[in-house]
């Protein structure tokens, strides 16, 4: 029973320490060269673009649903007008960063996971490798250098849909006027919220995607062995964003408020 | 890319394929390998003289494809010496073999082609990537590597559109491409029929005799192997023909067979064929 216990962690230390590992190749591979910037701009389409549909779709209804359940509590104030300060606050500082990682881990950190480990099991890496190619550079720099810099674009674009939503709730359910909302929304935003709400995505980005890679990576034990890691990397990535998510708050709420 | 070396290649590795008859391609001496508790290589030592072939036999999990993985430096040894044209590389750093890499090929099992590529880029992976050579320049080259397999029209297609064997002969055309001094293959014909293996066979034969290529053949279908070892390729005009050595004639092609991760013979096919050992006389009926 100890042995087993003894056994997991030292599973554990093995995975932190070739994660860590990768990221410091990764770090080297995007400041040296070669770059493959064919592979990047692919990425960018792959997982930007891919991801837009399913980010306008999360955004739009969290801000309608949050627009509602705001309603309902605000009406017990009298202050149903404010719902716009609601919606602004929790969408850009919390809810549009979290939700589209988390959207994004099941689309595109799930997906990074089977590709990688289906090349892995399929010896395609190692393939890479004999024809001189540093499988870190060539297939792991693209997707994070993608990934960080799409997820905040993401993040935006959901903010924006989300408080668009929650505006025709409040419009058609709510009854509150256009420009009382967005009046509110306005106000209820202060430059630190625009901040948390621009810099965590960044981090969550480069948690998510670096987290599908090494899972892929690491991928043993054939198509079942892909299909154990594409779960892992949806596990992992979505417990890993929630934690991140936790900590960097707390930090930028020390530094910035 | 064979004698044109690559930025920061060892300069044994620049020298001219043919022109260096006196140095080793490949030096084992004394390898062990192990995977926790499980011996893989036990002290296996061989040579693997420039411009011939050895045949690896072997049960499945005797550790004859891990033998090629070291030498590519896919896997790092446990103990013991691995050479490589002279330059020691059990010990390089990943950016240190990608020079020892420019020089060898390898066909690994089932083709291991790259998916999301079509056969072209598939073959010509390695210059389009690695080289900064003219596009035109490349695909030239490609196209002679593909008329070499005979599959001269099949460049546009993806790699989901082919037989077994034309995923073999793509992953051969794609190890060639960059001209390697040595060839390593992977259990290139296992799966296939005999028809389409010997279509396999007849490309590596050629490979060995026609181009001078130096190459270690992993495999456990025996006719593949005799075939290979007893066979060999003459040009005949614009056409290449087949022609059995005799009975007798050793030819440049060795066999090495391992049991239980140690070396339990190496000789030509005609001393295989004599073999008195009960575990080779076994293996080979």
Redesign the interface.
């Known amino acids: 029973m100890i042995g087993r216990v003894v056994e997991r962690i030292k599973a554990g230390l093995l995975e932190v320490q070739e994660y860590m590992r990768m990221l410091g190749q990764v770090v080297r591979g995007v400041v040296s060269r070669p770059l493959y910037a064919r592979d990047i701009v692919e990425q960018f389409d792959a997982i930007g673009l891919g991801s837009l549909t399913v980010v306008l779709l999360t955004g739009t209804f969290t801000g309608m649903v949050l627009a509602l359940q705001s309603g309902l509590t605000l009406d017990q104030f009298g202050a149903r007008s404010m719902v716009g300060r609601l919606v602004s606050a929790s969408m850009v500082k919390e809810l549009g960063p979290v939700l589209t990682a988390l959207m994004v881990t099941g689309r595109v950190g799930s997906g990074i996971a089977a590709e990688l480990g289906s090349m892995m099991v399929t010896d395609q890496i190692a393939a890479l490798r004999a024809l001189g190619t540093d499988p870190i550079r060539k297939l792991v720099v693209p997707r994070v250098i993608a990934g960080t810099l799409m997820v905040p674009v993401l993040t935006v674009i959901a903010d924006g849909v989300g408080m668009i939503g929650a505006d025709i709730i409040s419009r058609t359910q709510l009854k509150v006027a256009g420009s009382v909302y967005w009046n509110n929304v306005v106000a209820g935003l202060y430059m630190q919220d625009v901040w948390m709400g621009l810099i965590k995505p960044f981090i969550l980005g480069f948690v998510l995607v670096t987290i599908g890679c090494h899972v892929g990576m690491r991928t043993k034990g054939g198509t079942q062995g892909v299909g154990r890691a594409t779960t892992n990397a949806v596990v992992a990535g979505s417990v890993a964003v929630l934690v991140v998510d936790f900590l960097v708050t707390k930090v930028l709420i020390a530094l910035m408020y | 890319m064979a004698g044109t070396g690559t930025a920061g290649a060892p300069a044994a590795l620049a020298a001219p394929r043919g022109t260096d008859a006196g140095g080793d391609a490949v030096v084992f001496e004394d390898v062990c390998l192990a995977f926790d508790e499980k011996v893989i290589l036990d002290h296996v030592t061989f040579t693997l003289p420039r411009g011939t072939m050895k045949i690896i036999l072997g049960a499945s999990g005797a550790g004859k494809s891990t033998i090629l993985?070291i030498i590519?430096g896919?896997l790092k040894p446990d103990s013991g010496r691995v050479e490589v044209f002279g330059q020691r590389v059990d010990g390089m750093s990943?950016a240190q073999l990608?020079a020892v890499?420019?020089h060898?090929?390898?066909v690994?099992?089932?083709g291991?082609?790259?998916?999301s590529l079509s056969v072209r880029e598939n073959v010509g992976?390695?210059l389009f990537?690695?080289t900064r050579r003219p596009i035109a320049e490349v695909d030239a080259r490609v196209a002679e590597v593909l008329g070499y397999v005979g599959l001269d029209d099949f460049g546009d297609r993806m790699p989901s559109e082919l037989s077994g064997g034309q995923r073999r002969r793509v992953a051969i055309a794609?190890a060639m491409t960059s001209r390697p001094e040595l060839l390593l293959y992977d259990e290139p014909t296992t799966g296939l029929d005999p028809i389409t293996a010997l279509t396999v066979d007849d490309e590596a034969v050629k490979l060995r005799d026609l181009e001078g290529v130096t190459s270690i053949m992993v495999t456990h279908q025996l006719r593949d192997a005799f075939y290979i070892a007893t066979n060999r390729a003459v040009r005949d005009g614009q056409r290449v023909r087949f022609d059995p050595l005799p009975d007798d004639e050793p030819g440049s092609t060795l066999f090495l067979m391992l049991k239980n991760g140690r070396v339990a013979f190496e000789g030509s096919a005609p001393e295989l064929r004599r073999t008195r050992d009960p575990y080779l006389r076994a293996f080979l009926s």
Request: charged share 40%; hydrophobic share 45%; aromatic share 14%.
């Open positions: 993985r590519l896919l990943e990608m890499r420019a060898v090929g390898m690994f099992q089932e291991a082609l790259f998916d992976y390695r990537e690695e794609r």
